[in-house]
């Protein structure tokens, strides 16, 4: 499920659970090509959260996102890795699974 984040539901949907966040730019052609794999990989049952940065300046100052597409995955609410740039499904997979029996 890919669920577009913003500076007001984005507490709330990496508070429990293992989450993988993507912050983008609407401009960024890394991050144009990175949309299909990340719809694939939602199709699959995995939750991820999509966060433009041009709107919420706010989120990417937080977490010092300075390059994109920059992905950070959470547990709990909390980071537990930063991946930048774009990322194949197979990598994305393989951090995921990496943190997923901790």
């Known amino acids: 499920m890919l669920v577009e984040l913003n500076e ?3 507490e709330d949907n990496i508070k429990s659970g293992l989450k993988l966040v993507e912050f983008y730019a609407p401009w960024c ?5 990175q949309r299909p794999v990340l719809s694939d990989l939602s199709d699959n049952n995995i939750w991820i959260g999509t966060v433009n940065s041009d709107e919420n300046p706010k989120l990417t100052q937080k977490y010092g996102i300075s ?3 920059t992905f950070l995955l ?6 537990l890795a930063t991946l930048t740039g774009y990322h194949e499904k197979s990598q994305l997979l393989a951090n995921l699974m990496a943190h997923l029996n901790h």
């Open 74 to 79: 959470f547990r709990e609410g909390k980071v």
């Open 8 to 10: 007001k539901n984005f």
């Open 29 to 33: 052609g890394f991050c144009q090509k």
């Open 67 to 69: 390059g994109f597409p």
